[in-house]
């Protein structure tokens, strides 16, 4: 098996973290923030506002994040994560009101096997 097996479009995945936090008090800013920081941290990087993403080497290392992002759920609000290929990232569609957008990709983080 070479090392370039490992670099399938279908075993590489992106993680989605999107998240609906109050900020009604001091106190849900602060959560908030908190968990945005943790986001960055564990190497997301803003796609939207309130959605974050995070290149990962296999679903292994994926479970590893995914895991991370429960340990620190804030106390209130909503926060999905999505999962998804290499391939089906690829697939995205960018609009930019009506007109078609190219898509920036967020940097992909140099890993190391």
């Known amino acids: ?9 279908y075993k590489i ?10 900020t009604d008090t001091k106190k849900d800013k602060k959560a908030y923030a908190d968990f945005r920081k943790v986001l960055i941290k ?17 679903k292994d290392n994926a479970e590893v ?5 429960k340990n620190n759920l804030p106390r209130y609000g909503k926060v999905g994560i999505l999962c998804i290929t290499d ?10 009101g009506a007109k078609p957008a190219t ?11």
């Open 1 to 9: 098996m070479s090392g370039l097996d490992n670099l399938s479009e």
């Open 13 to 22: 995945m992106w993680l989605l973290v999107f998240f609906d936090l109050p």
């Open 42 to 58: 564990d190497g997301f990087t803003m796609y939207q506002f309130s959605i974050y993403v995070r290149h990962c080497a296999s």
């Open 65 to 69: 994040h995914i895991q991370r992002v």
């Open 87 to 96: 391939k089906q990232f690829a697939n995205i569609q960018f609009f930019n």
């Open 103 to 113: 898509a920036t990709v967020p940097y992909q983080q140099l890993e190391l096997f």
